[in-house]
């Protein structure tokens, strides 16, 4: 009996003998299998085919992206207040030497990332960790692989102060802020009159942050989630409907920022090895957390290599081969059999037996982001 995809208009995908329903069949067997699929994602995003993911996900749809990350209460959002945190942004005043700005470890033409396996800050001191693209650090709850910067405005003074990173103090920093007139006056400007302080700071550096999200206006994929999929040819379109189904990536890479925005255990902590990295473990102390690092965005992928929190991974091919494969479980030795803090990759990991045309495919969709 023939075997066709049915996906209807209410999206479950499934495997099922043809028959007379009333839904869009692509026939698995056909030669134009894939422009088949293709055409269903060149609909308005409500009528995509539904993801493929685990029940306990509670996913969202892929959405288009505003002109800037949503801001908090107490720290509504203006345009001026987002110049000044360019400025201070790209400013080396903010480092103990007057060398290294924010932007030197987060680079534009990089999806603000580095391209680097791991940065390196103050007295070229090389960092732990790769430095993560900023893009949609607005939508982020936690901030850096660990979790440990509690939304923007808590994390924006931690790679200042960081003995590694730019290696500056507060007290410092404000007296250099305050005692420069054209500083003085655009803070005035932004948040009234009275001395520059580390709150405003953060405050202002977090606002330009939340204005990263533009730098997605152009690609491929934005361009298809605001109706337009020209830009996106049947292979791209495909990879998509692989992303959302065989590639399971949908598992944990979903929404308008493409990051579940939980921590996982990939299978790179190392762990009683050289470069051991136990994660969010270091920030909550469960052990459940060893070894996990966050989910980051997926926007704009293909140009933040190295990629993972160590920068192992430098190209695409031999990164989706590593997912292909199901990421690597490591064993304890017999000195680690018993040992509570032995860590467990996840269990959304799974080998997924994509032949090369589907890994070509989903690489040509992840170009798009």
Known sequence: MKRIILLS?????????????????????????????????RQPVAQWP??????????????????????????????????????????????????????????????????RRVSFGHDRQSGRRNAPSLVMSGYS?????????AGLEQQAMHPIIDPVEMAFDIPQLLQRLNSDA???????????????????????????QRTLVTATRNTGFEQLLRGRPQRMNDEQLYGLHLFRTKARCMNCHFGPALSDEQFHNVGLSYYGRKYEDLGRYEVTGKPADVGAFRTPSLRLVSKTAPWMHNGLFVNMQ????????????????????????????????????????????????LDTL
């Open 9 to 41: 208009v209410f999206g479950l995908g499934l495997v099922a003998p043809a028959c007379n329903v009333n839904a869009a069949p692509c026939d698995t067997t056909s030669a134009d299998y894939t422009h088949c699929i293709a055409n269903l994602y």
């Open 182 to 208: 054209a500083y003085s006056a655009q803070f005035a400007q932004v948040f009234g009159p009275g001395p520059i302080t580390q709150q405003n700071t953060a405050k202002a550096l977090a606002t330009f």
């Open 318 to 365: 031999g990164t989706l081969a590593f997912y292909n494969m199901g990421m690597p479980r490591p064993r304890p030795t017999a000195q680690q059999v018993n040992d509570p803090l032995f860590p467990s990759t996840s269990e959304r990991l799974k080998a997924l037996n994509m032949d090369k045309d589907e890994l070509r495919a989903l690489r040509s969709f």
């Open 141 to 149: 709850q936690t901030l850096f692989w660990d979790g440990r910067g």
């Open 50 to 115: 539904a993801p493929t993911v685990d029940a306990d996900v509670k996913w969202q749809e892929m959405a288009a992206l505003p002109a800037h990350a949503p801001a908090p209460p107490d720290n509504p959002f203006t345009d001026a207040k987002a110049e000044l945190g360019k400025k201070l942004f790209n400013d080396p005043k903010l480092s103990r030497s007057g060398q290294i700005a924010c932007a030197s470890c987060h680079e534009a033409d990089m999806a603000f990332a580095d391209g």
